[in-house]
C-alpha cells in the first residue's frame, strides 16, 4: 500500500501508521465487504477515472437433445450484456495536530489522531457503499417482511403506452400517488434492463401508470415489481419468517451464493435485537475456524451468515419515502446479499493513504501545529438490483 512519506519521518514509523489507518479501519467497512466479496474492480493509474462493469443477463434454458450435425444441433445463443460505469472519486480528511510532535519516534498523540481518522475513514467509505446499496435509482430488489399485497405488486407491463419512463399496467388500480416514493425493479431475465431498480417520482390512478427513472429498454410486456413501504410500523419486527421471505427472494432471482455456500446479509441494530430473541443462533464463534469471518460477523441463521453494522451504519427510511435515509425512520431496511450484486473499486488498486505533516512542511515560522489526514478512491454500484435484497421490517423502540 502506497505511503506518503515525509524526509523526517523514518520508513518504518511511516509504515507503522500505514498500517494502523488500515487496521483500524477494516473492523469498519462493513457494507464494503459485501461488495469485495462479490466482484471487484480496479483501476489502474493513469487509466481515467472511471470504472466499468459487465452485468451479463441470464440465458434461455435448453431442453432440446443435441443431434449430429456439423453443429452439434445446436443454435448458437447470443449472450447479451450490459456495460454500467461509475465514476472513482477522492475522499478524504484531515486533523490539526496543536503542538510540534518529534516524528522520530512513534508518539502517542500521533498515534490516537491516526487511529480516530481511521474510524472516520471507514465510517465515511461505508457510508458511501451503503448509499449505493439502499439510496433511490440503481438500489437494490426490496420486500416487505409482512408480505403485505397491498403494497407489492409483481405483474407484466403492457404491451402499448409504455417508454423507458413509464411503466403501464391495467392491474394498477390503486389510487393516484400510492405508489409514489416507492421502488420499480424490471424482473424480465429477457429484458435488457433485468435487474434495473429506480425510484417511482409520479403514479396516475387513472391512465394506470406510474413514472420512473430512465431505464434500458420499454418494459413493454417485461414482468416488473413495485414495492412500497407504507404500514410497515414497529411491530413488523425481524424475524425467522422473515429471513424465510429473503432467502426466498433470491432464490427465486437465481443469486449465486458466495463461495462457502451461504448468502450474507447486514443486520440493523435494532433489529438484531428482534431477531436474536427469535431464534436460536450458530455463533460465529463456533465456526470460525471453517470459513474466515466477516468483520462484525456475529452469527449464522437458514443459510445465511449474518453481519452487525458499523457505528451509525443502520439504514433507516421514513414510511412510504424509499432511498432517503432517514436517522429516526419507522422503516429498517437489512440487506441480504448474493455473490456480484454490487461493485466497488479495489481500494488496493488505489490505495488509501494516511498523511503526517509536521510544522516545518506545513511552512510555518515557528512550531504552531502538525496535521494528521487521509485519502480514499471510491467508485461503487450495484450491478444487478435481483442478486440482493432489501428486508424492510420495523423494530422494537
Known amino acids: 500500500m502506497a ?9 518504518g514509523i511511516a509504515r507503522y501508521y500505514d498500517k494502523r489507518l488500515l487496521a483500524r479501519a477494516i473492523p469498519v467497512l462493513v457494507h464494503y465487504q459485501m461488495a469485495q466479496k462479490g466482484r471487484d474492480v480496479g483501476l489502474a493509474s493513469g487509466q481515467g477515472h472511471t470504472v466499468y462493469w459487465t452485468r451479463y443477463l441470464p440465458l434461455t434454458k435448453r431442453t432440446t437433445a443435441l443431434t449430429e450435425t456439423d453443429s452439434g444441433g445446436i443454435t448458437r445463443a447470443a449472450i447479451s450484456d450490459m456495460t454500467l460505469n461509475a465514476q472513482c472519486k477522492l475522499y478524504g480528511n484531515i486533523a490539526q495536530i496543536g ?40 438500489s437494490i430488489n426490496r420486500i416487505r417482511i409482512d408480505n403485505d399485497a397491498d403494497y407489492t405488486v409483481d405483474a407484466t407491463a ?9 411503466i403501464s399496467d391495467s392491474d394498477l ?13 424490471i424482473t424480465d431475465p429477457t429484458s435488457k434492463a433485468y435487474g434495473e431498480s429506480r425510484i417511482i417520482t409520479a403514479n396516475d390512478g387513472t391512465t394506470f401508470s406510474v413514472t420512473i427513472g430512465t431505464i434500458s429498454e420499454t418494459p413493454a410486456s417485461k414482468t416488473y415489481r413495485l414495492v412500497q413501504s407504507t404500514g410497515i410500523v414497529s411491530t413488523d419486527t425481524m424475524s425467522t419468517a422473515g429471513v424465510r421471505y429473503a432467502v426466498r427472494e433470491l432464490k427465486r432471482k437465481k ?3 458466495f ?8 443486520l440493523p441494530i435494532d433489529a438484531e435485537f ?13 465456526y470460525s475456524g471453517v470459513t474466515d469471518l466477516y468483520a462484525g460477523e456475529i452469527g449464522k441463521w437458514m ?33 441480504f446479499f448474493g455473490k456480484e450484486a454490487v461493485g466497488v473499486v479495489d481500494l488496493k488498486a488505489q490505495p488509501q493513504k494516511v498523511y503526517v505533516r509536521t510544522w516545518e512542511q506545513l511552512g510555518q515560522e515557528i512550531p504552531l501545529y502538525s496535521s494528521v489526514g487521509w485519502e480514499a478512491s471510491l467508485a461503487t454500484k450495484v450491478l444487478n438490483s435481483c442478486f440482493a435484497v432489501g428486508l424492510m421490517c420495523g423494530a422494537t423502540a
Not at 3 to 11: D, L
Not at 158 to 166: E, L, M, N, R
Not at 274 to 286: C, I, S
Open 274 to 286: 428482534d431477531f436474536m430473541g427469535d431464534t436460536t443462533w450458530v455463533a460465529a464463534k463456533e
Open 3 to 11: 505511503q506518503a512519506t515525509t524526509t523526517t519521518m523514518a520508513g
Open 255 to 257: 443469486a449465486l451464493k
Open 173 to 185: 388500480t390503486q389510487t393516484t400517488s400510492a405508489w409514489v416514493g416507492g421502488f420499480a425493479l
Open 259 to 266: 463461495p462457502d455456500g451461504n448468502y450474507a446479509s447486514i
Open 99 to 138: 503542538h510540534y510532535i518529534d516524528l522520530v519516534h512513534i508518539d502517542q498523540n500521533i498515534a490516537n489522531r491516526v487511529d480516530l481518522l481511521a474510524q472516520n475513514m471507514g465510517e465515511s467509505v461505508d457510508w458511501l457503499v451503503m448509499d449505493a446499496i439502499h439510496g433511490e435509482d440503481h
Open 303 to 335: 443459510g445465511v451468515r449474518f453481519v452487525t453494522p458499523s457505528i451509525e451504519g443502520d439504514w433507516r427510511e421514513t414510511a412510504a419515502t424509499m432511498g432517503t435515509l432517514a436517522t429516526s425512520g419507522a422503516v429498517y431496511v437489512a440487506p
Open 158 to 166: 403492457d404491451a402499448t403506452t409504455c417508454d423507458t419512463t413509464t
